[in-house]
């Protein structure tokens, strides 16, 4: 993947083909980021054994996360970086809390690979927070 998007440190490419999604994630969380893509939030490197956080704005952009709301469990999310490569993870859990909840952050993984997706509901009244973990082959 590219190292650099507009500027800013990229940490990994994220595709969600069920809403279309393609977006890369940028290295580091500010506000300033969070308006030009959406950004590691907390967490392990992308792909690491962990939980890898995501965040990003509800806004209608083609590379932002206005559409998590559409998400079921049992899609895939794909998560690409240039240490790991990509790998294939499955929705497990879609819930909403309120801005103060931050358990969804924990880093208690039982040695796997997870990824939390998090954005906020149209009025930022609470947060959508999408749960994946790797898809492991049988």
Not at 61 to 85: A, H, P, Q, T
Request: hydrophobic share 35%; charged share 25%.
């Amino acid at each position: 993947i590219k190292e650099n998007y507009n500027g800013y440190k990229i940490s990994a490419l994220l595709e969600i083909p069920k809403i279309d999604l393609t977006t890369y994630v940028l290295s580091n969380y500010s506000e300033r980021a969070l308006n030009v893509s959406v950004t590691k939030f907390w967490g392990k490197n992308p792909n690491e054994i962990g939980n890898f956080c995501i965040a990003g704005h509800n806004f209608k952009n083609k590379n932002m996360f206005c559409n998590l709301k559409n998400l079921e469990i049992g899609d895939k999310v794909y998560l690409s970086d240039n240490k790991i490569g990509k790998v294939e993870y499955e929705i497990y859990d879609l819930y909403r809390v309120v801005p103060e909840d931050v358990s969804c952050l924990s880093q208690l993984t039982n040695g796997k690979r997870e990824i939390t997706l998090i954005t906020c509901t149209t009025d930022s009244q609470k947060r959508i927070i999408v749960k994946a973990k790797e898809k492991l082959s049988i």
